[in-house]
């Protein structure tokens, strides 16, 4: 774990996608005026015929994506999170999920980690708004060795991808062998007397309170022993 190094999920995510977009003809990107922030830049500017950048329209993204992947294409479309999952559901919901289409959503700004831009602009119940559909896979990484991981995995995954990414850069947490699998989480640490269930960069904050925890039973249990010496 580098807790020095750190960089933004969605960084990793225009990074991998571009190589990719090299390494495979049918993969697509589309974007909703937003691919400076999403990182979807750097594959527009590698292929830009193979770039759509759709505006401010949510629901046409996700539709034209639809019918991307009915074609035999392979399209990524990006957007904030609030606007993927919550703006154009419905397009998701019917005409992505219902037919299992090949889109892969990779949306970024997720969570509470948008910070200045606001409350209209943070989304915390894409998770569960997105786990409820048929044929989902729900995906949030961590940190940008397991979202370079993800973006290539989901790639060759033949269904409708869901990928959450953050705003901020957050710490590596993943050494460069670390296996990953679809379905499956990672154990970080070892111990038997409690489970912390965590994900995204709430892995880091999950393991900084596994640190204090351990800390503070350590000292507890050395000073109820101390008490049970000196008052046998």
Not at 78 to 87: E, L, V, Y
């Amino acid at each position: 774990m580098n807790l020095d190094k750190t960089i933004a999920t969605r960084a990793s995510y225009g990074e991998t996608l571009a190589k990719l977009g090299h390494e495979n003809s049918k993969i697509v990107v589309l974007d909703a005026d937003l691919s400076e922030a999403t990182k979807t830049s750097v594959f527009a500017k590698e292929f830009p015929n193979r770039f759509f950048d759709m505006g401010i329209s949510e629901q046409d993204m996700m539709s034209t994506s639809a019918g991307l992947a009915v074609s035999g294409q392979i399209p990524f479309a990006s957007t904030f999170a609030m606007f993927a999952a919550g703006r154009a559901y419905d397009q998701i919901r019917n005409s992505i999920c219902y037919p299992k289409a090949n889109v892969k959503i990779c949306a970024t700004h997720a969570g509470v980690t948008v910070g200045e831009d606001g409350a209209t602009h943070q989304m915390i119940e894409d998770i569960s708004l997105m786990r409820t559909l048929p044929n989902m896979m729900v995906l949030c990484t961590s940190d940008d060795i397991e979202t370079k991981w993800a973006v290539r995995e989901i790639a060759k995954y033949e269904g409708p991808v869901y990928l959450r990414l953050c705003r901020l850069a957050t710490p590596v947490i993943y050494e460069e062998n670390q296996k990953f699998e679809l379905g499956k989480g990672i154990q970080i640490g070892e111990g038997t007397d409690a489970t912390v269930i965590r994900n995204r960069s709430c892995c880091i904050r999950g393991n900084k309170s596994k640190r204090r925890i351990r800390k503070r039973w350590n000292k507890h249990k050395s000073c109820r022993y101390s008490y049970y010496k000196t008052n046998r």
